[in-house]
């Protein structure tokens, strides 16, 4: 009895058939490849690289923070504790219901408030683009914003393959338009220069709870 497993084939076989069977075979063998589920170390070395890209993305927020407040506000010590906005998510949490989390709830928490932070930046970034020739908006915060939002757009599409891994079924929503500001007519120019401090403010805390996530489920990912 013949063995035809590919454990048992000559590699030269693959060059003596002819080029449309040999293309099939090797299609076959990458459609099983491609289909197969992540191994848990596949999946455990995945949510490692979302924790590096979130540390990194974090010491960019932070040296874009400390920018800001020198080039905008006037004052690298400028703290401000009191005021938060009602399109950010909320960073307090209750540490017991964090750890019940199923791995689903918190990767599908973590896509919502990542697209959140990079709608408020996008929101940002344009109104100082509008105000860079009337205003001392240095191209360089600019730049930093972008990179931030590659960032944070890089980190959603991690996001997004790690929830297809829980629910092959999901399929990633269409990027909601950017949030308008209700109030524009009515802010002062200092309360939308606060507004970009508060939102860099939450930004670098709440990637200090993602990157706890990432580390939570690749804990949670036993080999």
């Known amino acids: 009895k013949r ?6 084939m000559n590699p030269l076989c693959l060059f003596q058939m002819p080029s449309w069977c040999a293309f099939f075979l090797l299609w076959c063998i990458m459609s099983c490849v491609e289909s197969a589920p992540s191994s848990p170390f596949v999946q455990k070395n995945k949510y490692k690289n979302s924790f590096r890209l979130t540390r990194s993305t974090r010491t960019r927020v932070q040296n874009l923070l400390k920018k800001y407040k020198e080039q905008q506000m006037g004052n690298v010590h400028f703290e401000d504790r009191s005021h938060r906005l009602r399109d950010l998510p909320l960073l307090s949490t209750d540490f017991s219901n964090w750890l019940q989390l199923s791995d689903w709830d918190r990767l599908d928490g973590a896509f919502r408030d990542i697209q959140s932070y990079w709608s ?26 972008k990179h931030i939002q590659l960032d944070l757009r890089d980190l959603m599409s991690q996001v997004s393959s790690q929830m297809r891994v829980v629910r092959s079924s999901w399929v990633r929503p269409t990027p ?36 706890r996530d990432f580390l939570l489920l690749a804990s949670k990912t036993h080999l």
């Open 120 to 145: 408020m930046l996008e929101r940002k970034r344009k109104q100082l683009e509008k105000e860079q020739n009337t205003q001392r908006t240095a191209a360089s915060l600019l730049q930093s914003i």
């Open 176 to 211: 909601a338009a950017t949030l308008q500001n209700r109030q524009r007519s009515s802010r002062t120019v200092w309360e939308c220069t606060v507004e970009g401090y508060i939102i860099l403010r939450d930004l670098n805390l709440y990637l200090t709870k993602l990157a």
């Open 3 to 8: 063995d035809f497993s590919l454990q048992h």
